[in-house]
C-alpha cells in the first residue's frame, strides 16, 4: 500500500541533494500519492526552502505549491484529492 502523502526529510541536505531526492520521489510517485511534503527546516533552511520553491512551483508534475502551517514545510500539490 503506498501513502496519499509522502514525507521527505531533506533536513542537512544541500540543494542539490534535496534537488535529487524529490525528483526520485517525483519519478517514484504513482496516482495514489497526491502531495509530497518537503521538510526542510526554517532557521537553517532557508536557502534551502528558497530554491525548492523556486524550482518546483513551474514543474510539470506539480500542480501547484502550498506552505505547510510550520514555516519549515513546503507541499508539493500534484493533484487534487476527492
Do not use: C, F, W
Not at 541533494?17 to 510517485?29: E, I, K, M
Amino acid at each position: 500500500m503506498t501513502e496519499a502523502v509522502r514525507e521527505l526529510d531533506l533536513h542537512g541536505m544541500s540543494v542539490v541533494q534535496a534537488r535529487v531526492a524529490v525528483d526520485a520521489a517525483l519519478r517514484r510517485a504513482d496516482k495514489s500519492v497526491y502531495r509530497i511534503r518537503l521538510i526542510h527546516g526554517y532557521h537553517s533552511g532557508n536557502a534551502l526552502q528558497t530554491e525548492l520553491r523556486r524550482i518546483y512551483k513551474n514543474h510539470p508534475k506539480v500542480l501547484r505549491l502550498e506552505l505547510g502551517l510550520n514555516a519549515g514545510i513546503t507541499e508539493l500539490v500534484l493533484r487534487e484529492y476527492y
